[in-house]
């Protein structure tokens, strides 16, 4: 659960006036050359956040460039080539030889851009936020009427981007990005080396923060200015970004995280029953493990705050059916003991025992229940 997939969650309200006119639809794709060693060493960029933004950028006319601080080829973090968008970029030749060449960034012109998009993992907050030729290209693109994005650790990119008047070209202007919230459960390794947390970094420069429950997609849209929380807002942001260059974007099929993720925020949405009964129906076509682990990471963030764990509860126990993982059916007892079940969580422990007796995490939670 180190790593979570796309997003969705756009509506005909996120509309924008279009871009200036300028010389071709050309989105500028932003990446970090931090990475090493399939992030062990160094961390880099998010595979998944690239792949899935520019299929849909092609699949909507617009053609790609890909761009680093320093420019050359570019490490992502470890992720699954075998996921159907990682596989289908992948197989594509054109774009694995610009990825395997990027354009330095002080060598382009804003005025080539009609949208700039910078893709986020923990790369991002190292060479970023530290680029000034970075920081001059997405201030001359936003004054040249382009649309400028990023997603996830991506709008680390925007914190020292000063407009011409010397304003932050964050503040006063509602936008996303990883949470604190998610940095504490996701970005232990990392984090002490960050300059600063994003949300914070984006708070104090005057942004007006927004953000979703844990890991949930979520897409902010502010006239030109377009951002994405987590790595499950990427197809959104795409697709913001498509209608912010004045196009409908065309109709495609999730896959099978955007579609666990939609059910997700049906269950959160009050129809439990028709989450369950629609993955009931095809199982296949959701990422399970997906929707348990959400749940199960939701329920440990919430801490205290009931009102928060009763959904994650709601999610562990719509993917526990399908997932024969003890560490999720435990996560279900903690929840309902929390909740002051101590019955269903009692039941729930013993049959996790039951497969595995001597499981000590089990035991232990056993003896508080029965404390």
Known sequence: MHRFLPALLLGAALLFPPAAAQAADTVLIVLSGEGRDAGKTRPGYEFDELSQAWLIFKANGLAVEVASPQGGPVEPDKYNPDEPFNAQLLADGAAMAQLAATRPIATLRASDYRAVYVVGGKGAMFDLPRSQPLQQLIGAAWANGAVVAAVCHGPAALAEVRLADGSALVAGRQLTGFTNEEEALFGKKWAKEFPWLLEDALRERGGEWSEAPLMMPHVVVDGRLVTGQNPYSTAGVAEAIVRGLGRTPVARTPGRDERSMALVERLRGGDAAGAASALKQDPASYHVELIGMLGFYQAKA??????????????????????????????????????????????????VLDASPGMQQAGDLLKRIDS
């Open 302 to 351: 919430a801490d205290t705050n009931l009102a928060a764990l009763r959904p994650a509860l709601q999610t562990m126990e719509l993917a526990m059916p399908y997932m024969a993982e003890p560490q999720l059916k435990l996560g279900i007892a903690e929840a309902h003991l929390r909740l002051g079940d101590r019955s269903r969580a009692r039941a729930l422990v013993l049959e």
